[in-house]
Nanobody
């Protein structure tokens, strides 16, 4: 599957952005879809995931209550709605697809098979 992320930009603290990840090749509902982010000098970290079969959703503690992941199977697109953004949310955001990943590995980069190119999110204070 090929992934194309978009929707990043510059926003003030407290603002909102919605990221999109369009899948081609196979429909996104065939995969568990996740969002990760990476700041300069830091490792790529888990943000949110929606599982392909159950639709169960998990978030990193740092974004819980502010970010919402969702999917539109008809459009083969996964979204990340980000509200109440903070300067520490500044990062390149990546979407990723996993053909099969066990629950214990769902927050790990190694659990995912395909990655989008990333979209920059910058939150100013």
């Amino acid at each position: 599957v090929q992934l194309q992320a978009s929707g990043g930009g510059l926003v003030q603290a407290g603002g909102s952005l919605r990221l999109s990840c369009a899948a081609s090749g196979r429909t996104s509902n065939s995969y568990t879809m996740g969002w990760f982010r990476q700041s300069p000098g830091k490792e790529r970290e888990f943000v949110a995931v929606i599982r392909r079969s159950s639709g169960h959703i998990y978030y990193a503690d740092s974004v819980k209550g502010r970010f919402t992941i969702s999917r539109d199977n008809a459009r083969s697109t996964v979204y990340l709605q980000m509200n109440l953004l903070k300067p520490e949310d500044t990062a390149v955001y990546y979407c990723a697809a996993a053909n099969g990943v066990i629950l214990s590995n769902i927050r790990n980069v190694q659990g995912y098979d395909s990655w989008g190119q990333g979209t920059q999110v910058t939150v100013s204070s």
